[in-house]
């Protein structure tokens, strides 16, 4: 079997093309216009921002290090490629030893009362702006390696050719979902508006569910001797 045997996937502009479809707004052999495509790429875009805020998607987990330098509490992430937006773990390593941090909210991190403590960093926090900065605690007082899990931002559907920063078992979801956006622009009746949100809930379900890790085995830590 050839690798082009398990390539498929359909671009930015398909997705919209089938989502007005859906919706009754586009038929075959007919063009979008320029302000039906802005308007389809405005809402796939924001939708897919917002599923960013509400689920964790297990390709979007990332490991990164960061160099912890002696007397530097903060760390601009603004160049880390892909982008950071929440970090799920973080370990510092030394004398061969996986030493976990805790992994607090900014806020968390604001309501410490003395920021100048120096020792080996125990805690770490995202303050998740635009320009995200990486904050640890204690300051450290020697050179150190930071290990730490990202969660790393959804890429945007920039370009008309370009495909979704998701497997392609959600392309249903995804062009349910933007259909079922458009439907409240296009004010279709309520209950076909919502019949189109129960096949995106149906979809988006079931596409997610495939997601989860697997393990061959389990373990108990101490168990083996």
Known sequence: MAASDYDFNV?????????????????????????????????????????????????TIKEFTQTLTVGQASYSLASTDPAVYAIDRAYLRYDNIDHPCDV??????????????????????????????????????????????????????DTAAGNSDFPVRYIEAITFGLAHKLSYEYGLPIQQSRELERQFQAEFGEAKS???ERAEYEFCEGACK
């Open 210 to 212: 495939g997601e989860r």
């Open 104 to 157: 607090a909210s900014y806020r968390q991190y604001v309501d410490i009362p003395d920021k100048t403590s120096k020792g080996d960093p125990t805690l770490v926090a995202l303050n998740g702006q635009m320009s995200p900065t990486l904050y640890v605690w204690p300051v450290p007082q020697q050179t150190r390696t930071l290990y730490y899990t990202g969660i790393v931002k959804l890429k945007d559907f």
């Open 11 to 59: 671009t930015r502009n398909e997705i919209i093309e089938r989502a007005y479809r859906i919706i009754g707004k586009f038929s075959l052999g007919d063009v979008l216009s320029a302000e039906m495509y802005q308007q389809g790429i405005i809402a796939l875009n924001s939708m897919i921002k917002s599923w960013q805020g509400k689920h964790v998607f297990l390709w």
